[in-house]
């Protein structure tokens, strides 16, 4: 999983940006193990400038106070024919925006030799084949990387709570796979807390519970925003060309909205 046939660019440095100590006694184990995982730092432009730890990008007063912005993805994968989305429920164990319901899987590429390939977006694919695994148990061979669609970038920043947040360069993928009427999935229980298929109608009510206080629903911020800019468009075109390949459109391809 992960090989290039392109050259691979080294890793880059720690920037000088450091954490300040904050305790995450109280958090799940494995979570914490996580916060210690390198994510690219770029800049306002994609262009990668260093790299830091998950838990230093997700602080709130790195993200307010030195503008650290790091690269991610958000993968949505489609029943074969089209019709259905799946969507997970974050983890209670998540230490940003636990029990939010969101797209498929959202993560970080790593600063490794094979998740810094920007051509044809290959590191990108590749963390995003790597986490699929990692949170729900799909298997590399119902997800192959050249069945990954890239259709634009993101830039948002939302805060989880007083400590926490998000701040990144959002990459968003599409992929339908046709060999299994829906792919097979077993979600780890300390990233995942329930999945569900959605048609649209049925993402639109979920959706709406969303801005509802007394629904008890939580959507994740980036969720929200891609929803109601892009999703339904683009999951329109797919259905009416009956092609993932066909949803990008250029000048959408090359852009980075800033939402």
């Not at 954490?19 to 990668?48: F, H, T, W």
């Not at 997800?143 to 948002?156: C, E």
Request: proline content about 5%; hydrophobic content about 40%; charged content about 25%.
């Amino acid at each position: 999983m992960g090989q290039s046939s392109v050259a691979t660019p080294a890793p880059a440095p720690l920037t000088s940006t450091v954490a300040p100590d904050v305790d995450l006694s109280g958090y799940d184990d494995e979570q914490v193990k996580l916060m210690e995982e390198m994510c690219i730092i770029v800049d306002n432009e994609d262009k990668r400038i260093g790299a830091n730890t998950k838990k230093a990008c997700h602080l709130m007063t790195n993200i307010m106070d030195h503008n650290l912005l790091h690269r991610a993805f958000s993968v949505f994968l489609f029943s074969a024919d089209g019709k259905k989305l799946l969507l997970q429920q974050r983890a209670s164990e998540k230490i940003t925006f636990p029990d939010a319901w969101t797209n498929t899987c959202c993560s970080h590429p790593l600063n490794t030799a094979d998740e810094l390939v920007e051509e044809n977006n290959l590191g990108v694919r590749t963390a995003a084949q790597r986490k699929l695994y990692h949170e729900l148990g799909i298997k590399a061979e119902d997800v192959p990387l050249d069945q990954f669609h890239f259709l634009t970038r993101i830039h948002y920043l939302a805060p989880s709570n007083e400590v926490w947040g998000e701040h990144e360069i959002d990459y968003i993928l599409f992929i339908r796979p046709e060999h299994k009427e829906f792919i097979d999935f077993e979600p780890v229980a300390n990233e995942v807390r329930d999945v569900k298929w959605v048609t649209q109608e049925e993402l639109r009510v979920l959706l709406n519970q969303g801005v509802t206080p007394e629904s008890g629903i939580i959507v994740t911020p980036w969720f929200k925003l891609i929803c109601e800019h892009f999703l339904f468009g683009w999951w329109d075109r797919m259905l009416s060309k009956d092609s993932v390949k066909e949803v990008a459109l250029d000048d959408e391809v090359k852009k980075i909205y800033r939402l």
